[in-house]
């Protein structure tokens, strides 16, 4: 004899498996995410670098080549300034300021790249180099010099366009080359 518990539980398993063995549509739908949105570039930046000097002291160097480190740089294409490529850097500048921490990943693990892209730069490559003191144009573009990854950075042929910012005593310079076309 069959209790009423029994034909409780037969039934939910007959029709679990009639509500299975029947379904078409896949169990469920993958949808992917947007692409992230690029963020609002109107801002007003209180950037009190000096463009000029800065594109001066670091064409200077590409025109001529150097050593970084025990690597000899061949003579680069002169850089110019890009303003996505600054409210990138100046960003992240404020970030590492107001948050209270010195890296090229912020604290949510966006590069620059991911950055740079927020600000509507549509890049094909991209360098970062970051500084952190009491530093003026002339200082910090030496001291990028005087490192062997951030000299590569600033000797990288394939850049053609940078901006940097300062924001406290952090610096940021985003180098960049855009998509072909773009």
């Not at 061949?74 to 300021?97: C, F, G, K, V």
Request: with cysteine; net charge neutral.
């Amino acid at each position: 004899m069959i209790t009423g518990f029994a034909r409780l539980c037969a039934g939910i398993a007959i029709g679990c498996t009639i509500l299975v063995g029947c379904s078409k549509e896949p169990l469920t739908s993958i949808i992917p995410p947007p692409p992230v949105p690029v963020a609002d570039t109107t801002f007003i930046m209180n950037n009190p670098v000096n463009k000029e000097v800065l594109l001066a002291l670091v064409n200077e160097i590409r025109a001529k080549g150097c050593n970084c480190g025990d690597t000899f740089m061949a003579p680069a294409p002169p850089i110019r300034w890009n303003t996505a490529l600054e409210r990138a850097a100046y960003l992240h500048s404020q970030d590492m300021l107001y948050n209270d921490y010195f890296g090229h990943n912020d604290l949510n693990g966006n590069n620059a790249g991911q950055r740079i892209a927020r600000m509507g730069y549509q890049w094909q490559a991209w360098g970062e180099n970051i500084a952190l003191g009491i530093l003026n144009e002339r200082s910090v573009v030496e001291g990028w010099f005087k490192s062997v990854t951030h000299c590569k950075v600033l000797m990288g042929n394939k850049f053609i366009e940078m901006g940097v910012a300062k924001v406290g005593n952090f610096w940021s310079q985003e180098m960049a080359a855009p998509k072909p076309g773009v």
